[in-house]
Structure formats: structure tokens, C-alpha cells
């Protein structure tokens, strides 16, 4: 059973793949969601989806209750910014 890094750099390879499932230009549901990620045997799903929303992969409306994939990868300038503060968090500082 996969289950999600701690560290947010770490967590964008399982997030990245689990993005690539997702098809472009499709709106899904939440149990969808929840299915394309349980296809990856991780423990919690829920928890994956709120990862892929808070690192932009997929997009969510709350009032429609919908999720969309907005990229299967971040930039190079995302994870730079998440590197930086990846090492704020370890180092025991606020970011």
C-alpha cells in the first residue's frame, strides 16, 4: 500500500502518475477521482485528492462538485518553490 510523503518534494512523483490517468478536457466526479487514485493501491485517497488540488494538478468546483486536470507535471519554478520550502519546513522554520 503506497502512502503519501511527508516531504511535498517527495510526494510529486505518486502525484504526477496518478495525473497522467486523468484524461484532459473531462470533468469527473469525486468518486471518479477517488477510483483513479485507488487504482494506485494508496492508502488514502481522500488525502490524495486533496494533494492533487493543493499542488494544481487537478481543478475542483466545490458548487459543482467536479474535478478537471489543469497539468500532469509542475514547472520547473514550482517545484524549485517547493524545494525551498520543503528545506524552511525541515529546518523547523515558517514558511
Not at 468546483?61 to 507535471?73: A, M, Q
Amino acid at each position: 500500500m503506497i502512502t503519501l510523503p511527508k516531504n511535498d518534494l517527495k510526494k510529486q512523483e505518486i502525484l504526477q502518475k496518478i495525473a497522467k490517468k486523468v484524461e484532459k478536457n473531462k470533468n469527473y466526479t469525486e468518486e471518479q477521482v477517488n477510483k483513479i487514485i485507488e487504482s494506485f493501491n494508496v492508502e488514502d485517497s481522500t488525502l490524495f485528492r486533496r494533494e492533487l488540488v493543493n499542488f494544481n494538478y487537478l481543478g475542483k468546483d466545490s458548487y459543482k462538485e467536479i474535478y478537471w486536470l489543469k497539468k500532469y507535471i509542475l514547472s520547473e519554478d514550482e517545484l524549485v518553490k517547493i524545494e525551498s520550502n520543503q528545506k524552511k519546513i525541515e529546518k523547523g522554520g515558517v514558511y
